[in-house]
């Protein structure tokens, strides 16, 4: 990975998806995890350094915002 340089989270770092309650991601327990609905605006999910929590959410398409460092990756997660 290139720092400072947008990539996407693998399927494999981040499951079950689609999801009706929870996604394990696996990035270090350093990074810091946003989650944005798909107008960008900040949702309910919860993070608590391994897993998210979408059960306060409703269904629908969220972007996931992982940040190490300089290195900013994304990923998507469908909420049924």
């Known amino acids: 990975m290139v720092l400072g ?3 996407f989270i693998s399927s494999r770092d981040m499951y079950p998806n689609p999801t009706r309650d929870v996604v394990v991601v696996d990035v270090p327990k350093t990074a810091s995890v946003e989650v944005l609905d ?3 605006r ?3 999910a919860t993070w608590n350094g391994s897993i998210l929590d ?3 959410c409703d269904s629908g398409i969220y972007i996931v915002k ?3 460092n ?3 990756m994304f990923g998507r997660i ?3």
Request: overall charge positive.
């Open 5 to 7: 340089v947008s990539e």
């Open 38 to 40: 798909i107008m960008g």
């Open 42 to 44: 900040q949702s309910q």
């Open 54 to 56: 979408f059960s306060k």
């Open 66 to 68: 992982v940040k190490i």
């Open 70 to 72: 300089d290195a900013v």
């Open 78 to 80: 469908v909420k049924r």
